[in-house]
């Protein structure tokens, strides 16, 4: 078991971001969140299969984390291999990164992308990506755009690629 990730915000609460692979009694936490956020009724297995198999794989993907906020869960993010995207070429990818309503704008996502960056290092990999619509989020916290991507399904998504090395965000 590794230790649970402690994310001081100001001196106003206590929060921590937990790798569902370190911490495999937040399984069933992590699959019903990570459903309720990002799953159609489609798409409910692909959470709870991959975040299920996530703790026992030798592989240094996938990994799934949670932010609670004394015991409440209030955002996720995930490290994978590919993200439904063409560009299986790049690897690895942040997905399903959230935070609740009540906690944004206190730049928690940043620090969940920090710890991403910092395991995709840890794994080897000077780089990660994502998919995205948004625009100016990520560019704040140090991706670039790099193109456009395209999903089974036929929708196109925003690339962005950010160096590990450079771990220091601005906002």
């Given at each position: 078991?590794?230790?649970?990730?402690?994310?001081?915000?100001?001196?106003?609460?206590?929060?921590?971001?937990?790798?569902?692979?370190?911490h495999?009694?937040?399984?069933?936490?992590?699959i019903?969140?990570?459903?309720?956020?990002?799953?159609?009724?489609?798409?409910?297995?692909?959470?709870?299969?991959c975040?299920?198999?996530?703790?026992?794989?030798?592989?240094?993907?996938?990994?799934?984390?949670?932010?609670?906020?004394?015991?409440?869960?209030?955002?996720?993010?995930g490290?994978?291999?590919?993200?439904?995207?063409?560009?299986?070429?790049?690897?690895?990818?942040?997905?399903?990164?959230?935070?609740?309503?009540?906690?944004?704008?206190?730049?928690?996502?940043?620090?969940?992308?920090?710890?991403?960056?910092?395991?995709?290092?840890?794994?080897?990999?000077n780089?990660?990506?994502?998919?995205?619509?948004?625009?100016g989020y990520?560019?704040?916290?140090?991706?670039?755009?790099i193109g456009?991507?395209?999903?089974?399904?036929?929708?196109?998504?925003?690339?962005?690629?950010?160096?590990?090395?450079?771990?220091?965000?601005?906002?």
């Amino acid at each position: 078991m590794g230790q649970l990730y402690f994310v001081p915000l100001m001196g106003e609460s206590h929060m921590q971001i937990i790798s569902v692979r370190e911490h495999p009694e937040y399984k069933e936490k992590a699959i019903k969140y990570f459903q309720c956020k990002w799953a159609n009724e489609n798409s409910m297995k692909v959470y709870e299969d991959c975040i299920t198999h996530s703790i026992t794989t030798d592989s240094p993907f996938p990994i799934w984390y949670l932010m609670e906020d004394y015991g409440e869960i209030i955002g996720c993010a995930g490290l994978i291999s590919n993200d439904f995207i063409s560009r299986m070429d790049l690897w690895p990818w942040i997905c399903a990164l959230y935070i609740e309503n009540s906690y944004r704008g206190r730049s928690l996502g940043k620090e969940l992308l920090l710890r991403a960056k910092a395991d995709a290092e840890k794994a080897g990999f000077n780089k990660v990506f994502l998919c995205t619509d948004h625009i100016g989020y990520y560019e704040k916290y140090g991706f670039t755009y790099i193109g456009d991507g395209y999903h089974p399904w036929g929708s196109i998504s925003r690339i962005y690629e950010s160096n590990n090395q450079n771990n220091h965000f601005s906002g």
